[in-house]
């Protein structure tokens, strides 16, 4: 089993350097998710183990972000993400990072390099991550007040983008 998961995480890390020497890493568009389904209610830990749960951000609009430390997308994608947090929390958006497997240690010791305010969350036996359609790292969802999944990123984005904001900002008018 231990196996199968690292030849899964490979192919999943040779697709995103495929993906990424293709140009598709980085276009500053949100794809719509046809017939915007419920988000999948989680609850987890953050590395200060305090408890978040997507049922507590209901009527917010919500980022959730689906990352690993050993991904190099996702260490390119963080500083943005950050700075897009310091804009949006204003604005009282919430974002979420999910890690991937990796427990708070990993995590924290990663944080040294790449700094985030936001909180990040440990989904360890990767549950939630199969619970949400998840193609690659990063994988990032942007949920509406509703608890409705609108848009979904494969791969690294811009967020502190402005075409990127106006799109996230928008779904708090719906």
């Excluded at 009527?59 to 390119?76: H, S």
């Amino acid at each position: 089993m231990a196996m199968k998961k690292f030849k899964n995480m490979l192919l999943l890390v040779l697709f995103m350097g495929v993906v990424s020497s293709q140009g598709v890493i980085g276009q500053e568009s949100l794809h719509e998710v046809k017939g915007h389904p419920a988000a999948v209610a989680f609850s987890l830990l953050d590395i200060d183990d305090n408890t978040h749960s997507l049922a507590a951000y209901k009527g917010k609009v919500v980022i959730v972000n689906f990352w690993a430390t050993w991904c190099p997308p996702c260490r390119f994608e963080l500083p943005a993400m950050e700075k897009a947090y310091q804009k949006l929390k204003t604005e009282d958006v919430i974002m979420l990072g999910i890690n991937v497997g990796e427990d708070a240690d990993t995590i924290f010791s990663f944080t040294a390099d790449y700094p985030v305010t936001f909180p990040l969350l440990m989904d360890r036996d990767s549950k939630v991550t199969q619970a949400y359609p998840v193609i690659g790292l990063p994988t990032t969802f942007v949920i509406d007040p509703n608890g409705k999944i609108i848009y979904r990123a494969v791969g690294t984005r811009e967020w502190d983008e402005r075409s990127l904001i106006k799109k996230v900002l928008a779904l708090k008018k719906k």
